[in-house]
Every structure is written in C-alpha cells, then in structure tokens.
C-alpha cells in the first residue's frame, strides 16, 4: 500500500530557508506535522511554520546546530516531544562557503572540519538516535539525505563540500544497504538551484551551470517534490 504521509510527524534540517522551507511546505500539504529546524532563522523558521499550520496540520520550531552532536540528540528529542512521534527526516541542513576550488588553503582546516561535521557526521547522528524510534512504528521510517551533483563531480562551492558531499552519498550508500528493512533511506542530489543561495554565484558562473544543463534547468519545487516521493517504500539500496 502506498505510504500516506496524512498524520505523520516529518523533522526536516535547515528548514527555514530555500529548499528546506519549500521541502516543510510540501510535506504540509500532504497532511503531515512538521519540525521545522534552523540554525539562526527563528523569523524565517516561524514564517515558514505559520504556512505549515495553514494547511491544518501542527508545526514547530527547533533551534539546533547539526554540526554539534548534542545538538542533533536534542533535535530528536524536541521533535518527538512536540509533535509526539518520528516518522520522517528531511537531513537538509549542510555547510560550505565560496572557496576557490583548487588552492588548497582557501579554507582552513577548521572549515574542512564543519564541512565534515554537517556535511557527513550529522547525517549519521540524526539517524544513530532516530533509528530505535523508527524501529519501534508500524510502518518504519524514512530518511532523506540531500546532497548534491557536488558529490559526483570537482566541482562546486568549495572543495571541502564537494568532498564531503561525496563521503555523505556514499554514507547513504551503506546506511540504505544495511539498516532496512523498517528504514528507508535515500539521498536527492540537486545540481544549482536559484534559491537565495544559489543566486551568491556570479552571472558568469550561473551561465555557465545553465549550458551544462542540457535537459531542463532543476526547479527547487520539483526536488521538493521529489524529497515528497522519497518517502515511500523505496530505498537507495534498491
């Protein structure tokens, strides 16, 4: 049977912005509670709640740093006690800033280490704690990565996100191979999406993004879209 997600309690990072906040909209008007995290957007994570809790359906806004550890335990936590259960995460929050890709000290070891931390190692934190809580519903859980063309290619907002994208992919890769099968787990990997982000790269470069794509140039509400469908009895193993 399909998976209906009327009722379910949806956790999605970094949601207060871009793709996130349309990610927390679309869940919403499926009929699904959200947990709308962010890091320091309370205007914008409470903007994009008050359109969740228009479609009907119960929101809330997590402050939480998905880089810290005990921040990712807490988020967990916070999201059950206010919408009273986990059935889905969105781990969309991520890091980088504009480095140029080849020199090599562009960004500082510390940098390359927050890469790391909300790149890779949050997506394994959120899920080391959400795993027995899923284990314990009906109908298991789903666990959506977004990562990005960056973790296929050299290429991208700096080296260490492209790096770490790539490690995150694979981190997915193993995850979907051998925690089924109550967990779903899957990754969507969007290329330039002209969100507020996206629109930080120069005309030059956004030109240039738009000719290597061929078929279509990717939409931010079509990979919501796509996050939405993820959620179903599909996995990245498969």
């Not at 970094?14 to 349309?22: D, V, Y």
């Not at 929050?93 to 140029?100: K, M, Q």
């Not at 996100?161 to 979907?176: N, R």
């Not at 879209?225 to 993820?230: A, E, P, R, Y």
Request: charged letters at 25%.
């Amino acid at each position: 049977m399909p998976y209906s997600l009327k009722g379910r309690n949806v956790l999605i990072t970094g949601g207060s912005r871009g793709l996130g906040a349309l990610i927390c909209e679309k869940f919403a008007a499926e009929g699904a509670n959200v947990a709308v995290n962010y890091a320091s957007s309370k205007d914008r994570a409470e903007e994009v709640a008050r359109k969740c809790e228009a479609q009907g359906v119960k929101a809330i806004c997590i402050k939480a740093d998905c880089g810290v550890p005990e921040d990712n335990v807490r988020l967990i936590k916070e999201t059950v006690d206010g919408l009273g259960g986990l059935d889905v995460i969105v781990a969309n929050a991520g890091w980088t800033r504009f480095a140029e890709f080849g020199n090599l000290n562009d960004l500082s070891l510390e940098e390359w280490n927050k890469c790391w931390a909300c790149n890779v190692m949050s997506h394994l934190q959120l899920l080391q704690v959400a795993q027995p809580i899923f284990e314990k519903n009906e109908e298991g859980g789903a666990y959506i990565i977004t990562s990005s063309v960056a973790g296929q290619s050299t290429g991208g907002s700096s080296m260490g996100y492209s790096v770490t994208k790539a490690a995150g992919l694979h981190l997915m890769k193993c995850l979907a191979a051998t925690q089924g099968p109550k967990l779903r787990i899957n990754a969507v990997l969007p290329g330039l999406l002209l969100t507020e982000w996206g629109l930080r790269y120069s005309e030059e470069r956004i030109k240039a993004l738009k000719e290597k794509a061929v078929l279509k140039m990717e939409v931010s509400e079509g990979f919501a879209q796509t996050v939405k469908l993820l959620t179903d009895s599909v996995d990245g193993s498969r």
